[in-house]
T-cell receptor, first 111, second 115 residues
Framework: GQQLNQSPQSMFIQEGEDVSMNCTSS?????WLWYKQDPGEGPVLLIA?????ELTSNGRLTAQFGITRKDSFLNISASIPSDVGIYFC???????????FGQGTRLTINP | NAGVMQNPRHLVRRRGQEARLRCSPM?????VYWYRQLPEEGLKFMVY????????ESGMPKERFSAEFPKEGPSILRIQQVVRGDSAAYFC?????????????FGSGTRLTVV
């Protein structure tokens, strides 16, 4: 079945550092989404990407929809303590209403 | 404008009992999606419903699991004769129409523990 391989699985960084994580697949997708999940809560949408090659920013977050439609990356600049959490990529094929999720990247920030 | 409301937040059931999870979509949203998250994993799609219709249940286990979204009231995910492997967080999401162009809004989830 369709799978998303998200890396790295975990990151330990210093406050103020930039963060980069990515998601790859052997399947083609038409929509890529990035979510953040805090402990005990549901995922919250950060960025949505709908076109191959699209680069979108949301504050300190930047995400790109890979040109091959098989990958996406998320960058966080100048990390702050509230960035701690688990980041998930998710993707969907044309016309489908269900999302496939990656396994998540757990971000920990050392003060 | 209230978000997606799920209850209960935590549910403990003994093996063999029934679990009923409820989801009230955001106001104006007529499409509901259920996902399951096992510990340390990503979310897995279970079922997509509109009012009184199951649109896609390709992620639902064939036995013991059922879902409904009646004309009135919340969507219900029902798990009969629960087993330890059903312990997970169950998330509901809603959208105003059947398109991802508007994104999903997830609820806070129901954490089911089977003892």
């Amino acid at each position: 079945g369709q799978q998303l391989n998200q890396s790295p699985q975990s990151m330990f960084i210093q406050e103020g550092e930039d963060v980069s994580m990515n998601c790859t697949s052997s399947s083609i997708f038409n929509t890529w989404l990035w979510y953040k999940q805090d402990p005990g809560e549901g995922p919250v949408l950060l960025i949505a990407l709908y076109k191959a090659g699209e680069l979108t920013s949301n504050g300190r977050l930047t995400a790109q929809f890979g040109i091959t439609r098989k990958d996406s990356f998320l960058n966080i600049s100048a990390s702050i303590p509230s960035d701690v959490g688990i980041y998930f990529c998710a993707a969907a094929i044309q016309g489908a209403q269900k999302l496939v999720f990656g396994q998540g990247t757990r971000l920990t920030i050392n003060p | 404008n209230a978000g997606v409301m799920q209850n209960p937040r935590h549910l403990v059931r003994r093996r063999g009992q029934e679990a009923r999870l409820r989801c009230s979509p955001m106001k104006g949203h007529s499409h509901v999606y259920w996902y399951r998250q096992l510990p340390e994993e990503g979310l897995k799609f279970m079922v997509y419903l509109q009012k009184e219709n199951i649109i896609d249940e390709s992620g639902m286990p064939k036995e013991r699991f059922s879902a409904e979204f009646p004309k009135e009231g919340p969507s219900i995910l029902r798990i009969q004769q629960v087993v330890r492997g059903d312990s997970a967080a169950y998330f509901c999401a809603s959208s105003p129409q059947g398109t991802l162009n508007y994104g999903y809004t997830f609820g806070s989830g129901t954490r089911l523990t089977v003892v």
